[in-house]
């Protein structure tokens, strides 16, 4: 009874779960009937996942994203997704904010999990790196969120051997020195967020080659804008390059901003600009296309409220 009470509440969670997902992935069909009808997930994938819940530690007062774990059946735990086709785990979704901030290694039995399109891991603090490791195995990635989770030394250049990544989330993990230009080869990105990193010098223009990039997080860095291959983004939506200090060091990236068609969001707070920098420019440099909806300029030191009319 107790253990019909538990997958009861299980399959609920992995429901809600499951509704959250299929916004991501409307072709892809989780893992409720599958699991059911046939009792579950595959063997090697269900003992890689014990043991990289046993590398896992848990501050005590939260919990663990798992339901019965000694039931057959992986894809109804929590957090875990699988192709209702192939049976394999396609999803796994630890994220700190849901279940808690886990500590400790991530073990190496994730690589096992070579089916896995989507890995969540943000908001968690992990002691090791699983980055090269990552880059040989899980080479169906296509929505990687490592957001708060590790403390990078550098930003692999190997990422861009993850060529069917769509989604990448590598904010607010430390990484120093500069964007490795290797991941222009990412061609199938929409979503890139480098963010609040201590990374340094020009950003590459080879990200110009990321013609499908709808939204680009490149803020509270030390990066120097640059800017011509700004103008390939043709699909942008979302820009951010506040708390960039270098940012007033040039015009090139704002009059490539305005070539933007589709730009929606434009975020450029704290970033030195000033009526100096600004009247330095003709207006029609500040032409932005009628897409755009938001344009944050905070914390900047500008006397008139009447710059960007
Ligand atoms: C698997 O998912 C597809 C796509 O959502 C769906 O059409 C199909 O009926 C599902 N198959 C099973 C056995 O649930
Ligand atoms: C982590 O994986 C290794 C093998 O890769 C294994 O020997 C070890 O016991 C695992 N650690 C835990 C805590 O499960
Ligand atoms: C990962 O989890 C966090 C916290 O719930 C969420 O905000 C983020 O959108 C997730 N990432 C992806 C790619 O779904
Ligand atoms: C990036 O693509 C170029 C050619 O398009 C290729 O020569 C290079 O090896 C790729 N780099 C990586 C890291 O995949
Ligand atoms: C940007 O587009 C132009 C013309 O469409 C092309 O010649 C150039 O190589 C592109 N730059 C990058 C970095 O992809
Ligand atoms: C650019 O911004 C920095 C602060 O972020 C400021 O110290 C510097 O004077 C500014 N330079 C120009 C030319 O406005
Ligand atoms: C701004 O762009 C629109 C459409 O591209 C154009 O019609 C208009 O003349 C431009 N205005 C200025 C001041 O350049």
């Given amino acids: 009874m107790k253990i019909m009470m538990s997958s009861v509440s299980c399959i609920r969670k992995l429901i809600f779960v499951l509704l959250q997902f299929n916004l991501l992935f409307p072709n892809y069909s989780g893992a409720v009937a599958d699991a059911s009808l046939s009792g579950g997930c595959i063997e090697n994938e269900r003992h890689a996942l014990l043991e990289l819940k046993a590398s896992l530690v848990l ?4 919990r663990l994203p798992t339901c019965d774990s000694n039931s057959y059946g992986c894809c109804s735990w929590e957090g875990i997704g699988c192709s209702n086709q192939t049976g ?5 979704d630890l994220n700190g904010h849901q279940f808690g901030s886990f ?18 891991l943000s908001w968690s603090y992990f002691s090791n790196s699983i980055f090269q490791q990552l880059f040989g195995s899980l080479s169906k990635l296509r929505y990687l969120d490592l957001q708060s989770s590790f403390n990078g030394r550098r930003v692999p250049n190997d ?21 490795p230009h ?50 390939n983004l043709t699909l942008l939506t979302h820009l951010d390059f506040s708390g960039l200090p270098n940012l007033n060091s040039s015009h090139v990236w704002l009059q490539m901003i305005a070539k ?22 003709s ?18 030191t500008f006397s008139s409220s009447k710059i960007f009319e």
């Fill in 103 to 120: 500590r400790g290694e991530i073990n190496a039995s994730l690589m096992e999990l070579q089916h896995l399109k989507y890995l969540n």
């Fill in 59 to 62: 501050d005590d007062t939260l």
């Fill in 182 to 231: 290797q991941l222009g080869n990412l061609s199938h990105l929409q979503y890139l967020d480098l963010s609040f990193n201590n990374l340094v010098g020009t950003i590459p223009h080879q990200l110009g080659s990321l013609s499908n990039l709808q939204e680009l997080h490149l803020g509270h860095s030390y990066l120097n804008v640059g800017g011509e291959w700004l103008s």
């Fill in 159 to 179: 990422l861009a051997r993850l060529s069917h990544l769509q989604y990448l989330d590598l904010s607010d993990n430390f990484f120093e020195g500069t964007i």
């Fill in 283 to 300: 207006p029609s440099l500040l032409n932005f296309s009628t897409s755009l909806t938001i344009l944050d300029l905070s914390y900047n």
């Fill in 88 to 92: 394999h785990v396609e999803r796994l």
């Fill in 260 to 281: 933007l068609p589709k730009i929606q969001k434009l975020k450029l707070s704290d970033s030195g600009l000033s009526d100096l920098y600004l009247h330095s420019l």
